[in-house]
Every structure is written in C-alpha cells, then in structure tokens.
C-alpha cells in the first residue's frame, strides 16, 4: 500500500511535468524541441543521474521562456521587423551547447537557429564530431533579427545594446540546461557571455570559464565560409576535439587526422 502511494505520489507529478511539456511545445508557434528515440536512449545511458522527468522538467521550462520569447517587444525596432523569434534548438538536456550571434534572414524565415549556409557546416562540424544537431542545443545571444535598412541585403551583428536586452534569456537557457560545455562561435557571442570584445585569433583554442562552465571559443562558421583556407578550418577542428576530450568522448584516428 505503502509502496502504491509513493509511487503515485512520484508519478502524478511526473505525469503532469511530461503533459505541460507537450501541451507547450503543441502551442508553441516556434520550431518543436527535437529529440530523437536513439539520441535519448544514448542520452539516458550517458547521464545515468538525468531521467526522463528531469528532461521533461527542462523541456518545460525552457517551454515557459519561449513562450516569453515569443511574445517580446523589449527592442520594439526588432518585434516591428522580425518574421518570428528564433529561440533555439536541441536536446533540453544537451552536455554541448553552442552559441551563435543572431537570426539572420534564412533564420528568421524558418524560426531555428543555424539553418541557413553557416548553420549547414556547423551541423557538419557537430556530425563530424561524431553528435548530431539533436544530440546538442544551439541558441544565439539575440532571439531576433537585428533589423536592416529597407531592400539592404544581408545580416548585421546586433548592437550592444541589443544584445545586452536580450542576454537574459540566453542566460536562464544555459541555466536549465545545465551543459557540461558551452562552445561561443565567433567575437559576438564572446561579447554576449564574457561582455568583452577580443581579438578572436588570441581567444580562441583555449578554455575560459562561464559561470563555472567551460567555454570553448572558436570561429563562426561563416567565417570559414569567407575564409577557406584548410589552416583555418583546421583550428576549429582542434578546438571541437578539444571540446570532445572535455567530454570524455572518444576520438577516432580518422577525426584527428582530419585537415592534415
Ligand atoms: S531581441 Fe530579444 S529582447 Fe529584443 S525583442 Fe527580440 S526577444 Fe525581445
């Protein structure tokens, strides 16, 4: 009896956790969180102290900033241009989370962070690091496309004030995700986390700290789309198996030898 009712007492709540989850993620207007069967299976064998009511706790509460997210005119200038927020993707329990700068118009488009050129040869890297965009979580430091002039092409990076407006949300991403490594791809997004601006060629390849997190800085990809040279590819590489190598991963003779 006794049994009964602290299993009960486990469950409802639990019940209620994983319902609400669903309940958000069938409301939200923005791209569903996506876990697949196989990458949550290898999760739960990877963090045997992280279960299902602990991912479905997460996925809800990431759910409750979104929803926030999604209705946000804190930078009036933004909600009066954008298409849609963008607030980001993955496992709500990913041990990697990269962040990027902001939506840029293939982004604001579809509602997903790194989708557009860059965002394909960041899912290279991710895949070639032997993980998959499922397995990681990928937010940008501003949820909205930094606004253009009318008919101008292309992206701008957001201003400072920008970003500093809409940190907050990334900040409570990274807080109940809880990553064992954040990875920062470009100088913007070093402002955003460190609030400092550095010269990328000094910050990069070494560990810095984030709230007691470890933070790989590396290139953004469309800085490898700019520069192509094997050199600079190769960096980034040696960085993501830095990163792997702080996450007790193993790497293949094939993955080191890569841009040799
Ligand atoms: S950029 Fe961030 S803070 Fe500004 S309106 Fe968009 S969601 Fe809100």
């Not at 709540?13 to 939200?28: G, H, M, N, T």
């Not at 807080?175 to 913007?188: D, M, S």
């Amino acid at each position: 009896m006794h049994a009964k009712m602290t299993s009960s007492a486990v469950l409802q709540p639990a019940l209620s956790l994983v319902l609400e989850a669903l309940r958000d993620i069938r409301d939200s207007r923005e791209k569903p969180l996506r876990v697949s069967r196989t990458t949550l299976n290898r999760l739960l064998e990877s963090r045997p102290n992280h279960n299902a009511f602990d991912i479905a706790a997460k996925a809800a509460s990431l759910g409750k900033v979104r929803d926030r997210v999604c209705i946000c005119t804190k930078c009036p200038h933004l909600a009066r241009s954008r298409t849609q927020t963008v607030f980001g993707v993955g496992n709500p329990d990913a041990e990697l989370m990269f962040v990027g700068e902001a939506p840029g118009a293939d982004e604001d488009a579809r509602g997903e962070p790194f989708v557009g050129r860059a965002g394909q040869l960041l899912t290279r890297i991710i895949e070639t690091m032997g993980l998959s965009r499922d397995e990681v979580y990928i937010a940008n430091i501003l949820k909205c496309r930094p606004d253009m002039p009318k008919g101008a092409l292309g992206n701008r990076p957001p201003t400072p004030e920008e970003m500093q407006t809409c940190i907050g949300y990334l900040i409570e991403q990274i807080e109940i995700i809880q990553p064992r490594v954040v990875v920062a791809l470009g100088a913007t997004a070093v402002e955003g986390l460190l609030g400092a601006r550095g010269v990328m060629r000094e910050l990069r390849g070494k560990w810095h700290s984030y709230h007691d997190t470890p933070l790989m800085i590396t290139y953004h990809p469309s800085y490898l789309l700019r520069n192509q040279s094997p050199s600079e590819k190769r960096k980034v590489w040696e960085d993501m198996m830095a990163v792997l190598e702080k996450l007790e991963r193993p790497i293949s003779e094939r993955q080191r030898n890569y841009f040799r």
